[in-house]
């Protein structure tokens, strides 16, 4: 075991380095994965996330903002157009509202009352142009002798009617913290391609080099130990790296975890390890140059993450793009990941066509290390 | 000067034939560009589509939502709902007691909830209906677009502007007589360091800049996405971004005695995560770091140089620009003086 132990020992002596990169990956993963959306067990209305500015700071304007304040999440914000603005186009705001001082002016002269920031392309403006409009109108409507009867409105905003949501059972168990484990687990494999394929790659620069080559040919360690122990090494530095992701989801789901399916995704992200981890073997095979290895790293996780669905889900990605997800073992691992099931036979296909991506990549890589060899 | 000249000719033949500069610089930014367009091109194009309501001929409010411009009624019976809903031809059911049938939550159901609510509630009133002015509107709205998924793009731009830390990774291994054959040579020569130095960083800015201005161009003439409007602006972020990144490849390059490849790691690392905050991989990191960590958004390089980016052309303002630059360059001024502390005075007794 005299590759493995060099291999090993090489891999410790870069471990800052591996470190850095683990570390830098899992901070990208949690910070991720915590805007997973948060899924209700049942039906829920859609609140807006709105600023007000009330100029005015009178009794209607007051219970103008009450009741948008009990309909919408309200979010800080300035009088500032360039602030605002800003807040509409990167979407942290809905709308933003802004009440004049002559509000109640208006609201009598049934003028134009209140100013509104919002992305008109969007139902978010609809709905936020109904809830004033609604609101201004049933205090219209209540107006005698110089007064609103603001109260009488309220009790009318309280009259609501029911909802019935269809095949709540299935489609609503647990989505908040399936969802979390959807992004968690997308993410990670984004990771794993990016440091599988550096981190090893690092190690294996060194058994790159020309010297040590040379010594290793005419030495009398067959070439298919060499390989077998290099490949141990590798599965080693990956499993170690796995584990780290793996217990880091346990830890933070904790007990949750016997509410979910998450073997589904323990397996899966196994799986999936395996398969890249034959493609970091073949990429080695193919070149041992360090600057091309990190390229392919780069090149490689980006590229599978982004057309995959791991940065966007896989149902908001083009038709083309997803033809062409279909060749890399990252657009199963997602699909899996997304896919509610109830037992592995559900997804029975895509672990298997990660499996055959594993052989594929490991067959191609023992062929040119042979090639390679010979040469 | 004639010196720093002939070094630049030098160093810009040897940064040319460098096949992985030429790879980081120009090659990986357009395919990255590329990926970034196939995946978010569709959810860039936004445009407000109709609320689709089932409901049966007979209900009672089904010439109210008729009038409605913003929603399509579909007249169906109880038993199709079902398939209408999981088809998804429809956002919901209205049956007959005005209660409502879903599949999911949503926006377009939420809506729906809040119009037959208010059918109700003004029944609830207990006014005269003809006294609701149905088409009385309170409010003046001004239109601005959102689009958080164009940011992707500025924050492509402003980490490959950056990407001349690897040239300055390349030049710092130049002149240092323990990284590179070449070192050995200058540093028994009497050949000044600091001449090798500055046509390095001239020669890394420059060839960066090419690479960038060919990713502009590919941005806009091949994907057709117009991202820099005010030019004048945009280009002073894109030069400041490329100094900054000259001179912390440079920084990093002469700052400790790791090999070029764990250099070149660390180099990844930092761009990397400084763009991953800044939004590149989607928009709600940045949102989340600007909403919970406001200074790390106002301090790091990459989202000063994206935020300015955008604000500037798609939003007209320059407010920030100012206050961008300066951090910039204090930042390039301040690595480059460590750089300098790094680099002086130093010999090597054996290698």
Redesign the interface.
């Known amino acids: 075991m005299t590759v493995y132990r060099y291999f090993m020992k090489i891999a410790i002596r870069?471990r800052w380095?591996i470190a850095?990169?683990v570390i830098?990956f899992f901070?990208?993963t949690v910070?991720?994965s915590?805007?997973a959306m948060k899924?209700?067990e049942s039906?829920?209305?859609?609140r807006l996330n709105i600023g007000i500015i009330d100029n005015c700071n009178s009794e209607m304007s007051n219970s103008l903002k009450d009741y948008l304040k009990d309909e919408n999440n309200i979010v800080d914000t300035v009088e500032d157009e360039?602030y605002?603005?800003?807040q509409?186009?990167?979407?942290?705001a809905d709308a933003v509202i802004i009440i004049p001082d002559d509000f109640d002016e208006?609201?009598i002269n049934?003028?134009?009352?209140?100013?509104?920031?919002?992305?008109?392309?969007?139902?978010?403006?609809?709905?936020i142009?109904?809830?004033?409009?609604?609101f201004?109108?049933?205090a219209?409507?209540?107006y005698e002798n110089g007064t609103f009867d603001l109260d009488?409105?309220n009790?009318?905003?309280n009259?609501?009617?029911?909802?019935?949501?269809?095949?709540s059972e299935d489609?609503f168990k647990n989505l908040g913290l399936n969802a979390w484990l959807k992004f968690y687990f997308n993410f990670t494999g984004y990771v794993i391609i990016a440091l599988y394929v550096?981190v090893i790659g690092?190690v294996m620069?060194d058994f790159g080099d020309e010297n040590i080559d040379n010594r290793r040919r005419i030495s009398s360690k067959r070439f298919l130990e060499f390989n077998r122990e290099i490949y141990l090494g590798q599965l080693t530095l990956a499993a170690a790296v796995a584990s780290i992701f793996i217990i880091a989801s346990i830890l933070f789901i904790r007990e949750n975890i016997w509410s979910v399916y998450y073997v589904k995704y323990l397996v899966n992200l196994v799986v999936f390890s395996f398969s890249i981890l034959c493609l970091t073997f073949l990429i080695n095979n193919i070149t041992r140059n360090?600057?091309?290895i990190?390229?392919l790293s780069?090149?490689l996780s980006?590229?599978t993450s982004?057309?995959s669905g791991v940065?966007?889900p896989q149902e908001?990605?083009?038709e083309k793009?997803l033809v062409i997800a279909k060749f890399f073992p990252m657009y199963y691992f997602v699909k899996v990941n997304d896919s509610i099931v109830s037992s592995f036979s559900d997804v029975g296909f895509e672990l298997f066509m990660q499996l055959l991506f594993a052989v594929a990549f490991l067959l191609i890589g023992l062929i040119l290390s042979k090639k390679a060899q010979r040469a | 000067m004639s010196n720093i000249i002939r070094n630049c000719m030098y160093q810009g033949k040897n940064l040319f034939r460098e096949g992985s500069l030429l790879f980081w610089s120009v090659i990986y930014p357009i395919i990255l560009a590329v990926l970034f367009y196939a995946a978010f091109n569709g959810i860039m194009d936004s445009s407000l589509d109709d609320i689709n309501i089932g409901i049966e001929e007979s209900n009672e409010i089904f010439h109210v939502l008729e009038e409605m411009d913003f929603i399509n009624v579909h007249i169906i019976t109880e038993n199709e709902v079902y398939e209408k809903l999981d088809n998804e031809e429809i956002d919901a059911f209205i049956d007959s007691n005005l209660n409502l049938t879903v599949d999911e939550s949503g926006i377009n159901q939420t809506i729906i909830k809040e119009v037959v609510e208010e059918i109700k509630q003004i029944i609830k009133l207990n006014r005269p209906i003809d006294g609701f002015e149905f088409f009385v509107s309170y409010v003046q709205g001004k239109n601005q677009e959102a689009n958080s998924f164009v940011v992707i793009f500025y924050s492509l731009i402003a980490m490959v502007s950056t990407y001349g830390i690897y040239a300055g990774i390349e030049t710092a291994s130049l002149v240092q007589a323990n990284l590179s054959n070449l070192g050995i040579r200058i540093n028994v020569t009497p050949l000044k360091k600091q001449n090798f130095l500055i046509a390095g960083v001239i020669v890394s800015l420059l060839m960066n800049l090419f690479a960038n201005t060919v990713l502009l161009l590919f941005i806009n003439y091949i994907l057709k996405i117009h991202l820099c409007s005010d030019l004048k602006h945009s280009a002073v972020f894109i030069l400041l971004g490329n100094l900054f990144g000259v001179i912390l490849g440079v920084f990093i390059g002469v700052s400790n005695k790791k090999s070029m490849s764990v250099k070149t790691l660390i180099a990844i690392v930092v761009t990397l995560l400084l763009s991953f905050l800044s939004g590149m991989m989607g928009p709600w990191i940045k949102i989340m770091i600007d909403k919970y960590i406001p200074l790390l958004a106002r301090i790091n390089p990459i989202s000063i140089i994206s935020n300015n980016l955008y604000r500037i052309n798609l939003l007209g303002s320059t407010k920030s620009v100012g206050e961008g630059a300066v951090i910039l360059l204090f930042y390039c001024i301040v690595l480059l003086f460590l750089s300098y502390i790094f680099l002086r005075r130093k010999n090597n007794d054996s290698l």
């Open positions: 870069n380095t850095m990169y830098v901070v990208m910070l991720n915590s805007n899924r209700e039906f829920v209305e859609s360039d605002i603005k800003e509409i186009f990167l979407e942290m208006k609201v049934r003028e134009e009352s209140v100013l509104i920031y919002k992305d008109d392309r969007k139902p978010q403006a609809i709905q142009d109904n809830q004033i409009n609604k201004l109108g049933f219209n409507i209540t009488y409105v009790e009318a905003l009259e609501s009617i029911e909802v019935h949501v269809l095949s489609k550096a690092v620069s360090k600057y091309a990190t390229a780069n090149v980006l590229g982004f057309i940065m966007v908001i990605l083009g793009v």
